[in-house]
């Protein structure tokens, strides 16, 4: 297909991007002792960009924000592609998401009905659909996710024992860039939030094992390293700034 090939200037400076990203990330998880997951976000980026970092860089971890746009390039590009959709998820939209055979993960769960919608739509003969439960640590009306407390132990209990398929990885939360800035060299009070949700549901859920953080952008992903992250959702600092919203 043309439309999936790049030009050669475009990958080599997607390749040289991402490599300085990657330098990026190793070096601050060399304080913190572990090397995160580099989620690429494409959206709004044409189908050629993801193909690039793939061939040219062996990038296989991407993350989308809109269904349709996620199912086209699903069906256009390599099937051990590993999609993360991190978009602000519909319960309208569940189903369509998990049918994507090669999603790897939905990060953005924010309901308890948004979870059964997403079991109940993963065909049997699919593999277990990884999930992260999305937490509004900053509170910002603008923003999806639970709220942290209780809401975000019931319905991480209610995926760990009612959802056979679905897999609890961790949480997730956006945070405010503001407060990111803001800190300076001091800790994220957002991440600092995540990290507490974290332990909170490990110990409430007996048998859940280690979960996943998955904090950072490219504005402020290495001191969500610094404080924990193991997933970080890198746009524009890979792909260059995005064309204004649909
Ligand atoms: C767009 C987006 C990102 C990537 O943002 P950049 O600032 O371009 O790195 C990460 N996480 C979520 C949830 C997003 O919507």
Request: charge should be negative; glycine fraction near 6%.
């Amino acid at each position: 297909m043309s439309t999936l090939i790049p030009e050669a200037e475009r990958v080599e400076t997607l390749v040289e991007n991402i490599n300085a990203i990657r330098a990026r990330v190793q070096a601050a998880a060399q304080t913190a002792g572990s090397c995160p997951r580099l989620v690429a976000v494409s959206k709004l980026k044409p189908a050629s960009d993801i193909q690039a970092l793939y061939s040219a860089a062996s990038q296989r971890h991407f993350g989308e924000n809109y269904v349709q746009e996620l199912v086209d390039k699903a069906a256009s590009l390599p099937a051990d592609v590993q999609w993360h959709f991190i978009g602000s998820l519909q319960s309208n939209k569940c189903a369509t998401l998990a049918g994507i055979p090669n999603l790897y993960v939905v990060e953005t769960v924010d309901a308890l009905k948004k979870a059964r919608r997403l079991n109940d739509a993963r065909g049997d003969e699919m593999p277990v659909l990884n999930v992260f439960i999305q937490v509004n640590t900053s509170g910002e009306e603008s923003k999806s996710g639970l709220a942290p407390g209780a809401e975000v132990v019931e319905v991480a209990k209610y995926i760990v024992e009612s959802c056979p398929k679905l897999k609890l990885l961790g949480l997730m939360t956006i945070g405010s860039i503001a407060r990111s800035k803001a800190s300076g060299s001091e800790e994220n009070e957002d991440f600092k939030s995540l990290v507490r949700q974290k332990i909170q549901v490990e110990q409430e859920l007996e048998g859940v094992g280690e979960l996943q953080l998955s904090m950072g952008m490219s504005e402020d992903f290495e001191e969500a390293i610094r404080q924990g992250s193991t997933n970080v959702r890198i746009g524009s600092v890979i792909f260059g700034s995005r064309p204004p919203k649909k």
